[in-house]
């Protein structure tokens, strides 16, 4: 169900309001993407991994106690990557490389923007 006039007016000027208010929190939303939180915790897995790698063998053969630390390390960093990964295997290459553009950006959104009409819609159904 398409937005009514008075609805996406609405919502322009709150984003025009977002815009003067706060500019560099309007500029990351209209730039980032779930799949971009995605990526980036899936960078962080992979550091984490490396991160229990180096700690298992290192101290390993000194602690037996800091070698379980580092494979316990490595679990956690290797769940990580495995549910962040899956995330992004639901998305399209361009999903995941598009960045926002401008005033077009509405149109990149997807399923945000849906999520964001059925919640509108409900919220109408629920004030009538």
Do not use: C
Request: hydrophobic share 40%; proline share 3%.
């Amino acid at each position: 169900m398409p937005l009514s006039e008075h609805e996406q007016r609405i919502l322009a000027e709150l984003e025009d309001s977002l815009s003067k208010q706060d500019p560099r929190f309007a500029k990351s939303v209209r730039e980032t993407n779930v799949y971009a939180h995605g990526g980036r915790r899936v960078r962080w897995g992979v550091a984490g991994f490396i991160a229990g790698l180096l700690v298992l063998i290192f101290f390993f053969s000194d602690s037996i106690l800091l070698g379980l630390v580092g494979v316990a390390l490595m679990f956690v960093s290797a769940v990580v990557i495995e549910r962040n990964a899956r995330l992004l295997g639901r998305a399209s290459w361009q999903d995941i490389t598009r960045p926002g553009q401008g005033d077009d950006a509405h149109a990149n959104y997807g399923p945000r923007t849906s999520s964001l009409r059925d919640w509108l819609s409900r919220q109408r159904r629920k004030s009538e």
